[in-house]
């Protein structure tokens, strides 16, 4: 029902807005959407922070932008190969890393990210600081990707298919695993859950769906440089988990979208926006420290209900 | 005690500890200790503060290595195997400081713990298939027998944390008891418990054992360990001072010396 209700918002927003300007905007949201379910998975579920995480971004955007601008492989090979190195390259990361916690995990996790934008910026195949260029549009079979409207939709068929996964993964055993790894990782292995394997493959999956985000990205703009994958998108990923709420399938959705729109829209400030940015940041977080999904929802239902009934608030 | 006499016909202990030995920086944590848990049992360990006692329950449920000696499950070498893989085989614990999952509710916590006994990964929970679908059905079914079992049915969809300190423990208990275990280790179980609840803990281990579950308890509460152990293992400073029934356990010189003191006279003796 959630569902059919986000599938038609999509499609009319599609074919009501004629502006490509704001179409490609929502294309932003879709793509970053993928981002922050993403890390949601790994960090609002299963607790593990990761401050790397354009490097995966990164890897799936110049791997498929690679293949098919120097080697004019066709994009779906590229998918498959960006989702392929990003899978080998997570699991290689995670083994070591993933042994560490908290700050360590949040260093570890940091210099990944570093040594990731490094590369993207010395390697000669990726175009070094002056960008990747020519890396062409989407097509499925015979029908174009270019129009903003098509890459829209396309783009939001993925990030609706990937949440729907995301949320059955959520309500299942691996799922519930997961969280209870968040919640104490001692108890968990005394539930006879392999805390260590399970890290491991969250992460992996986590890093897949920034890849697949790195993929449409890529051949939406058609030109990448080292600049999109650097630490600061890893922070805005970081912050667009928990602004739209961790361990929220639905927030994720939310907190992309502020994280994309916020800033657009602050233009009107000119040399003052990221001022405004961080103060907006700051009372969002002071104000509705749930995130915002859990929080518009826990004043709405305090709303609804009668002013000396805040048990739910006390709760927080 | 028909479990007890059973098991003296038939001498299959469920857990060997074979010479164990532990320190932790110089300090000799547990030092050659030896002993068997009987199948069907209640077995308590007790002793002084820092007598080893959670160390052993630690090592027996492969927190960390022993030094040296080992564990025997069954006819299962417990050296080398992880904890997690341990729970598979047929180990549960609970915890001195209970470790619920706070963020879910009282029935998830029962569900997280039937991991061992469910099978869905990444993709077939995401496929969502029949077969995951009667899985799950299933654990639940199975998870609200295990609260009705520990009186805690009617807290189901409460969240964990929310419950009265001694509810927790049972839950933790109904938790372990999902990874269907053959023997259940209880950390200190009537610790902050008031005498109510004591009670009730008793009668619940009782029926815990009867359903066919070992049991060995680390406790300091001597009513309850006189109660319903069958028997009673003494540690003092790593090693063993004394085993035996918990009759002839109070009796003994030297554990009276050490732990108990002269004033404890046991219930039943």
Redesign the interface.
């Known amino acids: 029902m959630r569902y059919l209700f986000f599938i038609a918002a999509v499609l009319a927003a599609g074919f009501l807005i004629s502006s490509p300007y704001k179409l490609q905007l929502l294309t932003f949201i879709g793509i970053n959407t993928l981002l922050a379910l993403g890390l949601n998975m790994l960090m609002g579920y299963a607790g593990q922070i990761s401050l790397g995480h354009a490097a995966f971004y990164g890897l799936g955007a110049y791997t498929s932008g690679i293949l098919t601008a120097h080697y004019h492989w066709s994009p779906w090979l590229g998918l498959a190969a960006a989702v392929v190195l990003a899978v080998a390259a997570a699991f290689f990361i995670a083994l070591p890393l993933l042994q560490l916690s908290g700050f360590y995990l949040g260093m570890g996790t940091l210099g990944f990210g570093m040594i990731m934008f490094v590369v993207f910026r010395q390697m000669s195949l990726t175009g070094g600081d002056s960008g990747l260029v020519g890396i062409p549009g989407l097509s499925i079979g015979p029908l174009s990707l270019d129009s903003p409207r098509n890459y829209l939709f396309f783009v939001w068929a993925v990030a609706i298919i990937s949440i729907f996964?995301c949320e059955?993964?959520i309500n299942?055993?691996?799922?519930?695993?997961l969280?209870?790894i968040?919640?104490?990782e001692?108890?968990?292995?005394?539930?006879?859950?392999?805390?260590g394997k399970l890290k491991v493959?969250i992460f992996v999956?986590s890093a897949m769906l920034a890849a697949v985000a790195g993929f449409l990205y890529a051949h939406l703009v058609s030109f990448i440089s080292p600049s999109s994958f650097d630490f600061l998108v890893s922070v805005r990923m970081v912050t667009m988990v928990v602004i739209g709420g961790m361990?929220s399938v639905w927030g994720s959705l939310l907190g992309a979208a502020v994280l994309t729109i916020l800033p657009e829209s602050l233009t009107v400030f000119s040399e003052y926006e990221m001022i405004v940015y961080g103060l907006v940041l700051i009372v969002i977080m002071i104000l509705l420290p749930q995130g915002l999904f859990r929080g518009v929802l826990d004043i709405y239902e305090r709303a609804g209900s009668k002013p000396g009934n805040a048990s739910s608030r006390c709760?927080g | 005690m028909n479990a007890l006499e059973a098991s003296q016909e038939t001498p299959l202990p469920v857990v060997r500890v074979e010479g164990v030995c532990k320190s932790f920086g110089g300090i000799q944590a547990l030092n050659d200790v030896t002993f068997d848990v009987p199948a069907g049992s209640i077995f308590s360990l007790i002793g002084p503060n820092g007598a080893g006692k959670t160390t052993l329950l630690n090592l027996v449920t492969g927190s960390f290595p022993a030094d040296s000696g080992q564990v025997v499950f069954g006819e299962t070498m417990l050296n080398g195997r992880k904890a997690h893989e341990r729970v598979a085989l047929g180990i549960a614990r609970t915890f001195q400081n209970i470790e619920l999952f706070g963020s879910m509710s009282v029935l998830e916590n029962v569900l997280v713990g039937q991991h061992v006994k469910t099978r869905c990964g990444f993709l077939g929970a995401m496929a969502r298939l029949p077969r995951t679908i009667g899985e799950e059905r299933e654990a639940r079914n199975r998870a609200l027998e295990l609260l009705d079992f520990v009186g805690l049915l009617d807290s189901a969809s409460q969240r964990s944390t929310d419950l009265p300190f001694g509810w927790q423990r049972f839950l933790e208990i109904a938790r372990a008891l999902a990874t269907g275990p053959r023997i259940l280790l209880l950390d200190e179980p009537a610790s902050g418990l008031n005498a109510v609840e004591t009670a009730s803990l008793a009668e619940l281990l009782e029926k815990i054992r009867k359903s066919g579950v070992t049991l060995l308890l680390v406790e300091h509460d001597m009513n309850l360990v006189m109660k319903v152990s069958d028997r009673v293992l003494v540690l003092n400073h790593g090693m063993k001072l004394a085993e035996g029934s918990p009759c002839e356990v109070q009796a003994n010189e030297a554990v009276i010396a050490a732990y108990l003191g002269r004033d404890k006279a046991g219930p039943g003796c």
């Open positions: 996964l059955r993964l299942s055993r691996i799922g519930r695993a969280r209870a968040h919640d104490s001692r108890a968990a292995s005394s539930m006879g859950i392999d805390t493959h999956l361990a709760q």
